[in-house]
């Protein structure tokens, strides 16, 4: 009886003294390197994703019961690291893939970052996720939509939005189910993209869905980023007047157009963008009312706060804080970084672990419920390309300066404004 005793003793002292380690152990931190663009053609978005980021790691710092992935609880930290909390350091890689690269490396080797995640231009992004597999770090992304990021075979590298591939496709099942609903035929379209990975891979999606849902494409034009003139590509597009426009331009492309179109009285019948420009506050404030029924696909739409009340409960935290003066409604780029972000740190607590192989097996493993996001998808899943297979790309329109969110139809809050209204018609 006394050996019992004896043995059971030693036996509660080894898991005493094995929890005593494994918490001495737990990390005081979780430090993780966010390179976004905080300077540049999408400084605002850039500004408003570590924003809602930011706003991430106060909750999880502290005590939540928001139902974010991996926040409801009611310890302050993370649980599964004994109550560690995260150091965000964010950086501004300018838009600039040579310094997002030297950024990434910074990061990992002398900050000793626990993950990345970043960078929205997949230029950009291209350059960072490789420099976090050469030295076996997980690197998160939110929003670089380049179809290419997944298929170079990276075991690091984790997507959660759609990409270009996803979203294009949407475009034109949506065209279809329009050509259906109202009566109407499409039979033309005209692509403009700007030359970096970005709009060269949308592009030549765009292209190739457009011919396999049997629209001829009359004009298909790159120009280079960030020019100063786009008076030759609207020409052009005056000229071949396709029934529909699909550009692929980011904040000051996008500004640019809308300007060279308004002098050239170019007005195509639909437009539908590619996101970047078309989702930046920031643009759509400055081009107020000569932007009035132009569609942009996106992950996200704030008018489904309704069906998902999750969106109004981000919502009002995002407008409190002190990053966001103004007060504005979160928008679909913070969105996608907040999700992103959520995904990682979730995957980190499951880990129980900084170890970058165990984050690695936590974030294969991950499997969020669609309840626990504020985007309409069906959930978040990565296959073994690393990306996000619960995904789900919708289409919204400006109407009377904000998103409206028009496709899917049983989705939809408002009708389709069509055709176009001419600039000297819009009120």
């Known amino acids: 009886m006394r050996r019992a005793i004896g043995l059971l003793s030693l036996a509660l002292s080894a898991v ?15 430090v993780i390197g966010a390179i976004y663009p905080l300077s540049g053609n999408l400084a605002q978005i850039g500004i408003d994703s570590i924003t809602a980021m930011r706003m991430a790691v106060e909750l999880y710092n502290g005590k939540s019961d928001l139902n ?33 690269q030297a950024e990434a ?56 939005s759609p990409h270009d591939g996803h979203f294009t496709l949407a475009m034109f099942e949506f065209l279809k189910d329009f050509e259906k609903k109202k009566g109407v035929k499409v039979k033309t379209v005209g692509l403009m993209h700007e030359d970096t990975l970005f709009g060269a891979d949308s592009g030549k999606v ?31 597009l005056k000229a071949a007047a396709p029934d529909v426009f699909l550009p692929t331009s980011y904040t ?69 804080q002190k990053d966001n003066p103004g007060g504005r409604d979160i928008s679909e780029a913070p969105s ?14 499951r880990a129980r672990s900084t170890s970058p192989e165990e984050i690695r097996k936590a974030l294969v493993a991950t499997n969020v419920p669609a309840d626990q996001l504020l985007m309409p998808w069906t959930g978040v899943r990565f296959d073994e390309k690393g990306q996000n297979s619960g995904v789900r790309a919708i289409l919204q329109q400006i109407q009377k300066g904000a998103y ?20 000297k018609d819009k009120k």
């Open 16 to 30: 005493l003294a094995t929890a005593s380690m494994s918490h001495a152990q737990a990390p005081k931190e979780v």
């Open 68 to 100: 974010l992935p991996g926040m409801k609880k009611t310890t302050e930290g993370l649980p599964g690291l004994g109550g560690a909390k995260i150091r965000l350091i964010v950086v501004d890689h300018q838009g600039k893939p040579d310094v997002g």
């Open 105 to 160: 490396e910074r990061l990992i080797t002398q900050e000793k970052v626990t993950a990345l995640i970043g960078a929205v231009f997949s230029s950009v992004s291209a350059t960072t996720s490789q420099v976090a597999e050469r030295y076996g770090v997980p690197h998160m992304n939110g929003e670089s939509s380049s179809p290419t990021l997944t298929e170079r075979g990276f075991k690091w590298f984790f997507r959660t």
């Open 206 to 236: 765009q292209e190739e869905l457009a011919k396999k849902y049997g629209y001829e494409v009359v004009v298909n034009m790159a120009y280079r980023a960030k020019t100063t003139s786009l008076d030759a590509e609207v020409g052009k």
């Open 252 to 320: 000051s492309d996008a500004v640019l157009y809308i300007k060279t179109a308004k002098t050239l009285e170019y007005v195509p019948r639909m437009l539908i963008a590619q996101n970047a420009g078309w989702v930046d506050p920031q643009f759509v404030a400055e081009m107020n009312k000569d932007i009035e029924g132009h569609i942009t696909r996106s992950p996200f739409a704030l008018d489904l706060q309704a069906k998902k009340p999750l969106i109004r409960q981000v919502n009002e935290l995002f407008k409190k």
């Open 336 to 349: 996608r970084a907040l999700t992103a972000f959520t995904v990682l740190v979730d995957a980190i607590n």
């Open 404 to 423: 409206a969110t028009v496709w899917p139809f049983d989705l939809a809050a408002a009708d389709v404004i069509y055709p176009l209204p001419g600039f």
